[in-house]
């Protein structure tokens, strides 16, 4: 059992098992937001993955070379929502400058990755057990858990975009018109998604 | 007590300086419309608005890609604050209302066939042109009625489109929308317009349609000011000219005219006047004005149309129209204006 | 047996064609009153060139085209102007007619023949087309003087004679093959030489044996040699231009595109016999075949009609009982037009008149359940269940992205739909406001 | 834009009015005028008649039980649809026979012990929730039977997972004696590593019969292939779907079948083995063919079929649950958007866009 | 006023049911009422401090960086919060897990703090904060009795309906997307009937 086997055990893990959106209920405001149309749900999917992967390998470093040493992991929530709205300001402005047409596929869905609760709950989940190994998180491992949760997070909204574009051509009542109908979708997916559960390639 | 401060310190420090510098160092010009916009918006980038983050949305709404009212969150303060930033609100020319010109329904104007099929004009008209006879009458499908943004327009029980005055902003989306062309703007103040585009001849017009004009002219002769004039077989009205056009839609003998003032205020000969007669020729419905020559004329009241023609004609200004109230105010506002 | 030709997609409707493509042609007699419509074509109408009381002769011209894209028009009788005003046309709009009395004298106007076409220069000929008003006879009436001119950068090695007639009912050119092979081939061979076409094919399909039978040994004759015969298979729309090509040459028409861009010319059965009948004899297109069928209809008939005849009186002469009526219809089942005023006349492009009992769903009975029969059947492999959709929940940009814009109408999808939806319609008010759309987007507006 | 039905519009019949040209009242609608016979309810019926061996047999093996539990979500799935267009005040769509099938198909995929309440719920979420949420037949986009059953899987587990031994040739009802499926058994022998030691001849031919525990639908090969014939001979289903997902499964099972030789003749009885078990015929034929559901075009439907497949193997091997036909179907259900989209027919004359 | 802001906060600007900020929160928690009433007195807690903070800074702060500014107001007050629960209340902070920190990045607080707060005196935004506050924890608890009820039939560790096989599916995450959901619709009714 490698270090290989372990890292595609997170990874099935974030994108189906305990998929962010239809399992853990992280990141459900861009998800019910941005899944209107396909376009945008792959651009924001891509922007989540990029800021996803770059803030868990940050926040790691930060927790381990900084707050362990000294002692001071209660300072986690503000040093990583810092961190994080720090990193995801100076990606929109480099992108913004440097890369426009980066920044008109990705770079506008930036802002509404900082209130995304998918990015700081990576971090966070970063900080503590591996499910997978029972041990601390690595670097490596924490970076791909926020890579594959992000793919997990874009997966969803990508699934979810198909059927309400396919939505707008159905005859929905009037009283679930809108994003009660939304809702009654996500848990059909979610209901879905269960049967990933108990998923294991490595017993 | 002191690492915290320090660490939270250091952390804060490095990442404003380095933003600081990249602000500096990475500026990028923005529409100074979106950036106001965004201050209004609650900024909470929840994404409700289907647009990923409210900059996004701000600079959606300043291309005009979004409307100002879509942000959930921020509810009808935002919208109106958003709208006064774009200058949506601010009008400038006087306002207009649509009309439809047909008044002929199911009941009025005959029909050649069934139609079987979508409900929607256009649909209707690439059918053998829709089942009516009459080839401009409205086909009263609602296509005008979907793409209304205000919910002013209805199709009538009897099959036609009514505007909604009250509800009716002029946009003018639904003369767009109309396959037949039959809906134009008038300005709000003059309430009549003729009902009727038919250009056939009047022999024919009467066979399908009871309300169809038959191009009698009556109307061209009842206005004096030349106001109206005939055009392939069809009066067209001139809104520029000084003309209540009361005249001529009383004279329609197939009341093809809509008055959309129900009562028409009255005419009253008050107390100065001294029996000149010289209103009574000006009067459009013989009889109205009667009197003996030297003393008190008088008005009757179930004869009156209320066209206001008589009123400048008195030398001693002893006529004044009264009656119906508040529509009649902006009618005469209209019609001193011209 | 040799190879039967086919395309992808397509439908087996009923034929129905079993009451009348036995019947012989029949000349219908000379009306009291013909109207005749200025705008029988694909194009600008035609501008009027005679008056309220002028006589004029049959086959006299008494309207001449008004651009290059247009057609000339006759009087189909001889007899005094009535009038030149709106009149009913089979498209349910007034259009600008000429109506003529009949004075029953039948007098023709002078024709000129020409019959040494071989030696004839290719612009005489096709002038000789033109002046003679021709124009698509199948049903889309485009002028055929047009066809027969492509443009110089297009090199046409194909003429493709379409003697599929693939919609219900319809035997008028089943008939014409019967009855006028001859003038048919040489009509033909006259098309033949304008285009100089290397190749040379006419389709029947194999449910008209007869016609075959009729048409297969001419061609073994020195003279008409250079034409081909193609066996299609029986299918719905086998007669569709783009399907025709397709299934004799195996090109594809490029979407957007005409037929000569895929280097062929597809001229119908009744075009042909016109063109022969214009170029040898002179005589302009003033009658045609028209088949009257259907199931209300008491004696079908294949009627051979003066352009101009009100369909009120086919219909009286084949003893139709119109209180049984529900639909009266100009042209096929699939692509036919109904019609709401029985005073509209026959005009160049009516190759049937059928009169249905039965009125089917107008928009739908159930939901779409996404069968995806809609999409087997489509000949230009569309989805028309989706473009429905997007034309009904008013989402053009989709409706474009989709290809609405590559249908043709030709109904194939509504006839298989088991929702009885009429996708068709949905399809071609898409397209009507897709075009309305890019009007008003135009630059110069 | 809510469209009347045909029926309404003709019956709102215009006045007629003497006048020019007018002493007859034709029709005026859009080409085509004549149509196929072939119905929405004709369809549905079919698929109900395709159904009917496998009712046969499961009460040849479950007894009336089995009976009573399909009839009894059948009425609930049609009373619900009844009440919900009642409801949303739209006109009565029962009449359409899908929900009927619905209710059936539920049935079909629930053990003959579950208790009778728990069918009553299963088929009104079924209806309710996965269907005419969306708008009725035609505008959902995940199969109804299967959502009530994920649905009723994830509420009651443990009476979803217990099975009752088979009376093939007796129909006084449930013996009452538990027993595991098939599947179960190679789940629970892999885990135990017994798994060598199964024996599949023995158990296939019992598989072709359907004298195994199971769901009241999906043990009987036979039946279910009987039917699958009447559709496919209606053309009601294409062969697409049910031969890329089953041949999927019997191919990957073929090649990780647990005795460590790959595609040998040795090793065929583990594929044959397992897409003769479990629910894979039943799904496979009557609910991956489910039109509403799957892709439009035939390529769609193959990549359906084969992602059925992988998934139905994915979860039989790896997963948490022994069964895995109905969640891959599910999990399908959600791909069906974005392949149709990536599956979309070149048209005729297809001109290379220039960018 | 305060009669006011509360009705505003609990019925027509209800943070979750209509203007559909902080769903994760709510649905992730919502499976008991314990948790439910303690995530949203937790977030009523940080919103009504960093709304009063951020009422009283207002003017120091300058416009570019207000919005991490408020972030780091918001995350010093969960701070607090995360250590208060895990100090007196160890169990509900096991319960709601990674949700506490999490309420950083809930869009009621920012969202006010951008909209109200950085608008309005002190007092005013104390009110409104408890108000949306208490309007978050009513949605969650009205969210967490169905759920609970329905999915393990108990509340506050009671059984409530005797001889009712709770449906699990409700603590699970399908029945969570499903009680919103139908909460949303049950008020589309009846604001839709109020108005007719």
């Known amino acids: 059992m490698g270090n290989i086997a372990g890292l595609i055990g997170i990874s099935i893990g974030a994108v189906l098992i305990n998929n962010f959106v239809l399992s853990r209920f992280i990141g459900l405001c861009p998800f019910f937001g941005v899944s209107k149309k396909l376009s945008s749900a792959t651009g924001m999917g891509m922007a989540v993955i990029f800021v996803m992967g770059l803030a868990s390998s940050f926040t790691w470093l930060i927790n381990s070379f900084i707050l362990q040493p000294y002692h001071v992991e209660y300072l986690q929530t503000i040093v990583f929502i810092l961190v994080i709205a720090a990193l995801v300001q100076l990606v929109e402005m480099a992108l913004q400058k440097y890369s426009p047409s980066l920044y008109e596929a990705l770079g506008i869905y930036l802002p509404l990755i900082t209130t995304n609760c998918a990015v700081l709950g990576v971090a966070i989940i970063n900080t503590g057990l591996n499910q997978f190994t029972g041990a601390p998180f690595t670097f490596i491992e924490s970076v791909v858990n926020g890579i594959m949760s992000g793919i997990g997070f874009m997966f969803a909204l990508i699934l979810m975009a198909g059927i309400r574009e396919k939505l707008e051509l159905a005859d929905v009542p009037e009283l679930l018109d809108g994003l009660p109908i939304v809702f009654i979708t996500a848990g059909l997916m979610a209901l879905a998604f269960l049967g990933f559960s108990g998923l294991n390639f490595f017993s | 007590m002191l690492i915290p401060v320090v660490i939270i310190g250091v952390i804060s420090l490095i990442l404003g300086i380095g933003l600081g510098i990249a602000s500096k160092k990475l500026h990028v010009f923005i529409n100074p419309k979106i950036s106001e916009i965004l201050r209004v918006l609650p900024n909470a980038n929840c994404g409700a608005c289907g647009y990923p983050g409210c900059s996004s949305f701000a600079r959606a709404v300043a291309e005009g890609n979004a409307s100002a009212s879509g942000c959930i969150p921020g509810g009808p303060k935002v919208a109106h604050a958003v709208a006064d930033i774009l200058g949506v609100s601010a009008g400038t020319s006087e306002p207009m209302m649509a009309v439809v010109h047909c008044k002929g329904g199911t009941k009025e104007a005959a029909s050649r066939a069934i139609y079987n099929g979508i409900q929607d004009c256009y649909a209707a008209s690439i059918v053998g042109n829709g089942s009516k006879v009459c080839q401009d009458g409205c086909l009263g499908l609602g296509t005008c009625v979907k793409v209304c943004p205000f919910g002013a327009i209805q199709i009538s029980p009897n099959g036609v489109a009514v505007v909604d005055a009250d509800k009716c902003t002029g946009c003018g989306k639904c003369i767009k929308a109309c396959p037949r062309k039959i809906i134009s703007l008038i300005p709000v103040v003059h309430k009549i317009y003729l009902a009727c585009a038919n250009h056939d001849r009047g022999a024919k017009v009467k066979k399908y349609c009871s309300v169809g004009c038959t191009a009698c002219t009556l109307c061209v002769k009842a206005t004096s000011s030349g106001a109206i004039s005939m055009e392939n077989n069809l009066p067209v009205l001139d809104y520029t000219k000084t003309e209540n056009f009361i005249p001529a839609a009383n004279k329609c003998p197939s009341d093809c005219f809509v008055d959309l003032v129900s009562v028409r205020p009255k005419a009253n000969i008050d107390t100065k006047c001294d029996g000149c007669g010289a209103c009574v020729p000006f009067c459009p419905v013989p009889g109205t004005i009667t009197g003996e020559k030297g003393l008190r004329h008088t008005v009757n009241k179930e004869k009156c149309i209320g066209c206001g023609l008589c009123l400048d004609k008195c030398p001693t200004h002893a006529i004044s129209v009264w009656g119906a109230g508040s529509s009649m105010k902006t009618r005469q506002s209209g019609q001193r204006k011209g | 047996m040799a190879r039967k030709f086919s395309f992808k997609g397509g439908i087996h409707p009923p034929h129905s064609k079993k009451k009348t493509e036995h019947l012989t042609i029949e000349q219908f007699p000379a009306p009291q009153k013909v109207i005749v419509p200025l705008s029988q074509h694909i194009g600008a109408p035609a501008k009027p060139l005679v008056k309220k009381g002028d006589r004029v002769l049959a086959g006299q011209l008494i309207a001449e085209s008004s651009g290059f894209v247009s057609a000339v028009v006759h009087s189909s009788i001889s007899g005094t102007v009535q009038s030149v005003g709106p009149f009913p046309h089979p498209c349910g709009k007034k259009v600008i007619s000429i109506e003529i009395e009949n004075d029953g004298l039948n007098e023709m106007a002078v024709f000129s023949p020409l019959l040494n076409w071989r030696d004839a220069a290719q612009g005489e000929l096709v002038q000789k087309i033109q002046a003679a008003g021709i124009v698509g006879m199948g049903g889309a009436s485009f002028p055929t003087h047009v066809k027969l001119s492509p443009p110089s950068n297009k090199t046409i090695d194909t003429l493709i004679i379409n003697g599929a007639e693939c919609e219900p009912y319809l035997t008028a050119d089943h008939r014409l093959m019967l009855e006028r092979t001859e003038q048919l081939l040489t009509g033909i061979l006259i098309l033949k030489k304008i285009l100089s076409a290397q190749k040379c094919f006419i389709g029947i399909e194999e449910n008209k044996l007869d016609a075959i039978q009729a048409v297969t040994p001419l061609l073994k004759d020195q003279k008409y040699r250079e034409i081909k015969f193609a066996r299609l298979k029986v299918k719905y729309p086998q007669g569709g231009e783009k399907q025709l090509i397709n299934a004799i040459t195996g090109r594809e028409v490029p979407s957007g595109g005409l037929p000569m861009d895929a280097g062929c010319v597809v001229q119908n059965i009744g075009t042909a016999v016109a063109v022969c009948d214009a170029v040898i004899h002179g005589v302009p297109l003033f009658e045609r075949v028209v088949t009257v069928c259907g199931p209300v209809v008491k004696h079908p008939k294949n009627y051979l009609v003066r352009i101009g005849t009100p369909l009120r009186l086919l219909l009286e002469a084949t003893e139709t009982d119109l209180s049984a009526a529900k639909k009266v219809i100009m042209g096929g089942p699939m692509m036919g037009t109904t019609q709401s005023d029985l005073d509209a006349p026959v005009i160049k492009s009516t190759s049937g008149i059928l009169v249905l009992d039965s009125v089917q769903p107008g928009v739908r009975e159930h939901p779409c359940i996404n069968c995806g029969h809609c999409v087997h059947a489509c000949p230009v492999h569309l989805i028309p269940s989706r473009l429905a959709k997007f034309v009904e929940k008013e989402n053009m940009e989709e409706a474009v992205e989709w290809n609405i814009m590559d249908c043709m109408e030709c109904g194939s999808c509504t006839f298989v739909c088991p929702s009885k939806i009429n996708l068709v319609h949905f399809i071609r008010l898409g397209k009507f406001r897709v075009q309305a759309m890019r009007a008003a987007k135009a630059p110069g507006k | ?355 | 006023m305060i009669k006011e802001n509360l009705k505003r906060g609990i019925f027509s600007e209800n943070p979750i049911f209509v203007l559909l900020l902080g769903l994760c929160p709510s649905l992730a928690v919502s499976t008991s009422l314990v948790n439910g009433i303690g995530m949203g007195l937790a977030a009523t807690f940080v919103l009504t401090c960093s709304n009063v903070i951020i009422s009283m800074i207002k003017r120091l702060i300058p416009d570019k960086v207000r919005i991490p500014c408020y972030i780091v107001v918001i995350a010093t007050f969960v701070t607090i919060v995360q250590l208060l629960m895990k100090a007196y209340l160890p169990a509900l902070d096991k319960q709601l897990g990674i949700f506490v920190p999490l309420i950083v990045v809930n869009c009621i607080i920012l969202g006010r703090a951008e909209a109200y707060a950085s608008k309005n005196n002190v007092f005013k935004s104390f009110i409104d904060g408890i108000a949306i506050g208490l309007g978050f924890t009513v949605s969650l608890s009205v969210l967490s009795i169905i759920r609970e009820v329905l999915g393990s039939n108990k509340l506050f560790g009671l059984k409530v309906i005797p001889s009712f096989n709770p449906m699990a599916v409700f603590i699970l995450a399908p029945g969570g997307f499903f009680t919103i959901a139908l909460v949303m619709m049950l008020i589309r009714y009846y604001s839709n009937r109020k108005k007719v």
């Open chain 4, 1 to 355: 834009m809510i469209l009347p039905k045909t029926s309404e519009i003709t019956d709102k019949n215009p006045q007629v009015v003497s006048g020019e040209n007018i002493n007859l009242q034709l029709n005026i609608s859009s080409s085509p005028h004549i149509r196929h016979s072939e119905t929405v309810p004709s369809i549905m019926l079919w698929v109900i008649g395709a159904l009917v061996p496998s009712m046969i047999a499961s009460v040849l093996i479950f007894g009336f039980r089995a009976l009573f539990l399909t009839t009894l979500s059948a009425i609930t799935a049609v009373a619900v649809e009844a009440l919900i267009c009642k409801m949303m005040k739209r006109a009565s769509t029962i009449g359409d026979f899908s929900a009927l099938i619905t209710g059936i198909l539920l049935a079909f995929n629930l053990s003959p012990s579950l208790p009778w309440w728990m069918v009553v719920l299963g088929s009104a979420f079924s209806i309710a929730v996965a269907k005419m949420a969306f708008g009725g037949l035609g505008s959902n986009f995940i199969n109804p039977a299967l959502a009530g059953r994920a649905f009723l899987m994830a509420c009651y587990p443990a009476e979803m997972t217990s099975w009752v031994a088979p009376k093939l040739g007796t129909i006084s009802g449930i013996n009452g004696i538990t027993s595991a499926t098939p599947l179960a058994n190679i789940k629970s022998a892999m885990a135990n590593g017994t798994f060598q030691a199964l024996d599949f001849q023995d158990a296939i031919i019992n598989l072709f019969s359907g004298n195994i525990g199971g769901c009241i639908g999906e043990t009987s090969a036979i039946a279910l292939l009987i039917g699958a014939v009447i559709l496919l001979y209606k053309h009601i289903i294409g062969f697409t779907i049910p031969v890329s997902f089953i041949g999927t499964v019997f191919l990957l099972f073929w090649l990780f079948n647990g005795s460590g030789q790959v595609f040998t003749s040795g090793a065929i009885i583990v594929p044959f083995y397992h897409i003769l078990s479990g629910g894979l015929f039943l799904g496979a034929f009557f609910m991956a063919t489910d039109m509403v559901t799957s892709p439009i075009t035939r390529k769609g439907k193959l990549i359906f079929g084969l992602g059925c497949g992988l998934l139905t193997f994915t979860i039989r091997k790896f997963g948490g649950y022994p069964e895995g036909v109905s969640y891959s179907i599910l999990i399908m259900n959600l791909f069906v958007p974005h392949i149709e989209r990536y599956t979309r027919p070149k048209i005729y004359g297809e001109v290379k866009k220039r960018d």
